[in-house]
């Protein structure tokens, strides 16, 4: 199924809760709530639509290693951009699988990585993606743009709602 991206919100006023015992604030399956995974008589089945309101939860595929990259330090020692706190993390292989990447991003913090992200574009996608054939690479920018749209509205929409996040990588 491979490692894919998740993000909860949360309001301000149970932020203390949230850094004391994150996973608490996650779904026990992401994935169903992402994918609109419903049970009938027994059978699974997707219905491919988000199951969580969009302005609870935000799913980014697999597009977070190229949200990632966009937002990395340039270099070793580099300072990172604002939004790179979003999509920042690895998970830890094992010989059993990995174990996942989480993070809280405090309301606080939430208004410098909207506005950072607000200023991320396709051409900077395109420009910090590893290169790749032209096909390749487009077929790339065009899936990461889709998902970049997402994480800015869901973001833009935590700051006005004073809201921060829980996400993880897994």
Known sequence: ??????????????????????????????????????????????????????????????????????????????????????????????????DSWLRVLTPGEMAAVSQDLNRISENDLRQRLPAAPRADQESEVSYAVHYLQRAKSFVSNLVTSRRGMVYLIG
């Open 1 to 98: 199924m491979g490692i894919r991206y998740y993000a909860y919100a949360f309001d301000h006023d149970v932020t203390d809760l949230v850094l004391a015992d994150p996973r608490r604030f996650l779904s026990s399956d992401p994935l169903a709530d992402a994918w609109g995974l419903e049970c009938a008589d027994g059978v699974t089945i997707a219905t491919f639509k988000q199951s969580v309101p969009e302005c609870d939860m935000l799913y980014l595929d697999k597009a977070w290693r190229q949200l990632q990259a966009c937002t990395a330090p340039l270099a070793p020692g580099m300072e990172a951009r604002p939004a790179f706190r979003m999509f920042e993390g690895q998970v830890t292989m094992h010989y059993d699988g990995w």
